[in-house]
């Protein structure tokens, strides 16, 4: 498959347990982010997002929290499965027109 | 089914060979966006376009060339390859909502090598 990443984080985690990936962003003007997962040898897929006025958005299994104050962001995947296993980006958008992203980090799960 | 394409998968070239990578949508999203992978630096934006005949340069535009002829097709043209341009190339596309961005949804990639 495609090299993502030579030296991404990585977090390993039991299958059936919770994973938390975390996103440090930049600019505290930015007011929109999304959660990219990108398995090997495919696109980034879209997770899920949450704008600025929120803290909290809660998907299938995935919950997004946004810490504006210290300008973090983290993915929560509840029952983590095989198919999760992935490198997870965050990204954010400063209601220009362009997404930075984050370095990403690597997501593997132990059966 | 709704989706990103891109072409070619795979290229490999030369040094100083002009290529074009094509992206189509099937969507009818207005914005289109060219990123670069690369090992230890994530993704980088390399053009982006607004709409048809509307286009503006990402943070790593330099060596490349796109054009926005068409809502549904947004090339991705290299008129003189060089080998730091070696790379995974990713378009994306996604429609505007209320004046701001929503997801933008990938294409598979090309990985390019340029010798």
């Given amino acids: 498959g495609e090299s993502v990443g030579l030296h991404l984080p990585t977090l390993s985690v039991q299958e059936g347990d919770n994973s938390i990936i975390n996103c440090a962003y930049s600019n505290s003007a930015s007011d929109y982010f999304i959660w990219y997962k990108q398995e090997s040898g495919k696109g980034p897929q879209f997770i899920i997002d949450i704008r600025s006025n929120m803290d909290k958005r809660q998907g299938q299994r995935v919950t997004v929290l946004l810490n504006k104050t210290v300008k973090h962001l983290s993915l929560q995947i509840a029952a983590t499965q095989p198919g999760d296993s992935a490198v997870y980006f965050c990204a954010e958008n400063n209601a220009g027109n362009m997404l930075t992203f984050g370095g990403g980090t690597r997501l593997m799960v132990k059966p | ?115």
């Fill in chain 2, 1 to 115: 089914e709704a989706q990103v394409t891109q072409n070619p998968r795979y290229l490999i070239t030369v040094t100083g060979k002009k290529l074009t990578v094509t992206c189509s949508q099937n969507m009818n999203h207005e914005y289109m966006s060219w990123y670069r992978q690369d090992p230890g630096l994530g993704l980088r934006q390399i053009y982006y376009s607004m709409n048809v005949e509307v286009t503006d340069k990402g943070d790593v535009p330099e060596g490349y060339k796109v054009s926005r002829k068409e809502k549904r097709n947004f090339p991705l043209i290299l008129e003189s390859p060089s080998p730091n341009q070696t790379s995974l190339y990713f378009c994306a596309s996604s429609s505007r909502w209320r004046g701001q961005q929503e997801t933008q949804y990938f294409g598979p990639g090309t990985r390019l090598l340029v010798l």
